[in-house]
């Protein structure tokens, strides 16, 4: 059973721990609430929240959500927000320049599960990103958890989103049991989830290090670790299945690809592009896959994918137009 202990949400902050030297940090809770729609707008208990103030209220103030941890009791939701103020965070990005108008963030957004029909379930959350993902948690014997679905959605307007369920097999192990339970009423939808680790795929140390250095809430799982399983499995060019499988595999949640002068952040689940982000750099013949540290890999021809895009059936294409026909951009 794919089963989470008690932190499943909370320690998801831990890994930004060493971002936050210079910054202020506070934790605001509301305990036993049952209108998930107005969670926002009511005073939350805390050190600075004092039960006066809102998370409106503390946003206009220039406090950032870092992280959100939510538990369910008899049918009532307990929410922790872990709230950091003076800290850079993804909206103010001093290289990149963002020029996608959806409201990508990598912090969890919960919700309970109110609704069910055609495995799909409308939320009480508007202006979400298409073709972001999520998972589905069962809460059993007050403090044990259960993922029970992935989630992607599949639309959203100004007022709600409407999301699809479909089969969890991140922890897929032939000697560990799964559970056939389905998703239910009152359990909790945890959107972004693992959002904040990320993979970059870039053409250059340069590119890569810009990215990093520019999103510095994600935990980079650096390339050569991506590099050195394509060399372990004689594939020198990996495809949009072995990107997204190595990703999973890995528990990434974001995907982060150079090309085409912008750094496109994919979902790694749907990889459908989350955001994108002008990124200067000059066109050079790039080395493939990506800039890695790892030395040639080889072709095995016995294990050859042939899905690859070649150009007139003889050799690769180049950076560039690789990962373009990869991300659709062609």
Known sequence: MKILNKLLIGALSTIFLANLANAQTTVCYKNNWDTP???ESIPLEGDVCEGKYSLNDMKKDGWNVLDIKIDSDQNKLSYKYFLVKGAVTNNEINTLATNNSSNFTIRPLGVKIENIQNNKSTINIGNLIVGSSGIVVHVYDNDKRLIVSNAKVIESNANSSIVEFFDFNDLKQDAIPTSNKKVQINDILVLNYMYQSSLVIAPTQETFKIVRSNFKYNNFLHSDLFAA?????????????????????????????????????????????????????????????????????DTD???????????????????????????GLN
């Open 37 to 39: 729609s107005t969670i």
């Open 229 to 297: 399983q394509l060399k372990f499995d004689s594939q020198p060019f990996p495809s949009k299945k072995d990107i997204q499988n190595f990703a999973i595999k890995q528990n990434i949640g974001t995907i982060f690809v150079v090309a085409n002068k912008k750094v496109h952040v994919l979902d790694s689940k749907t990889f459908e592009k989350l955001a994108s982000y002008d990124i200067p750099y000059k066109n050079e013949d790039f080395s493939m896959p990506f800039y890695s540290r790892v030395e040639k890999i």
């Open 301 to 327: 021809l016995f294990t050859l994918n042939f899905s690859i895009p070649f150009i007139g059936e003889s050799k690769p294409k180049t950076y560039e137009a690789y990962y373009k026909n990869i991300l």
